[in-house]
Every structure is written in structure tokens, then in C-alpha cells.
């Protein structure tokens, strides 16, 4: 009797010790957010800003280059025409604009790395409630996303339902 007391006491410290784990109460699923991204009304908007925006910089780019390379060959042309000393400061006057050029190309890129990332970090930002409730509304204890999942029943992709959510919800 001693034994089962003991035995008993045994397993009543070892369940309080250890937690237990529910696997079966868990639902889990996964969503691919790239797809939400590209494919989402809202994804595209971003996605369309950021192609302008990185547009206009390319031209404004190539114009500037354009424009550099027009005054090389003048200068390239004038070289025999004017003096060694008039040549050397409209050289020095283009070397500086060519660093110039480069400083702004540095920049653009910069502001638009920055800005690619903001806009992404607000897209997160703005779906996260919507994930959120439908995670609350469907009983769903854990999201992965999809490139992070090896192999999956199918069932448990929610990408399609969460991309027409966020059509949905976000105009």
C-alpha cells in the first residue's frame, strides 16, 4: 500500500514539475507572405510606388550620365583647340560634377533602400491586426510562413484566404 502511496506522490510532483503539452489543441498554419505581398491589392500599390519611384531615379540617372558623357567628348574635342592650362581647369570643372554624380547616385540608392524598407515594415504594420483577428476567429495558436514550412497538408495553407481578407479590409 506504502508502494502505490509512493508511486502516486511520484507521479502527482513529476505532472506538476513538467507542464504538460497538448499537441492536439494547437492548430497551426501557414501562409506564404511573399504571395500576400505581390499579389494583394495592397502589396501591389506598394510594389507599384516603389517600381516609380525607383524609375525616376534611374532616369534622372541616366540623364545626369548622359549629360557627363556629352561634356567628356566637348572636352575630348577642345583639347587641341585651347590651352593645356584651360583644358586642365574645364577637366578638373568635370571630375568634380563626375564625383558629384556619384555622391547623388549614392544617395538615391540609399533613399531608396530606406524607403523600400519603410514601406514594407507599413505593410506588415497594417496587416498584423488582420492576421490577428482571423488567427482569433479561426482558433489558430500558430502561423508560419510558408518558405519556413518543408511539408505541409494543404488544408493548412490560409495564403488565398488571408490575401481576400486583406483585399478585403484594406482599400
Not at 586642365?88 to 544617395?107: D, M, P, R, T, V
Request: glycine share 2%; proline share 1%.
Amino acid at each position: 500500500m506504502k508502494l502505490n502511496k509512493n508511486f502516486f506522490l511520484f507521479l502527482v510532483f513529476i505532472s506538476l514539475i513538467f507542464p504538460t503539452i497538448s499537441f492536439g489543441n494547437t492548430n497551426i498554419a501557414y501562409l506564404d507572405m511573399d504571395f500576400i505581398f505581390k499579389n494583394s491589392n495592397f502589396g501591389k500599390k506598394i510594389i507599384l510606388n516603389l517600381t516609380e519611384s525607383n524609375k525616376k531615379n534611374i532616369d534622372e540617372l541616366k540623364n545626369q550620365e548622359k549629360e557627363l558623357i556629352k561634356i567628356e567628348k566637348e572636352l575630348k574635342g577642345q583639347k587641341k583647340l585651347i590651352s593645356k592650362e584651360e583644358f586642365n581647369k574645364k577637366l578638373s570643372i568635370h571630375n568634380s560634377k563626375i564625383k558629384e554624380y556619384k555622391q547623388n547616385k549614392e544617395k538615391l540608392i540609399k533613399n531608396f533602400e530606406l524607403k523600400k524598407n519603410d514601406e514594407i515594415k507599413f505593410f506588415f504594420k497594417k496587416i498584423d491586426p488582420i492576421l490577428k483577428e482571423y488567427l482569433k476567429q479561426n482558433s489558430i495558436t500558430l502561423l508560419i510562413d510558408k518558405k519556413n514550412v518543408i511539408v505541409g497538408v494543404e488544408s493548412l495553407d490560409i495564403t488565398n484566404n488571408i490575401k481576400n481578407l486583406i483585399d478585403e479590409k484594406i482599400k
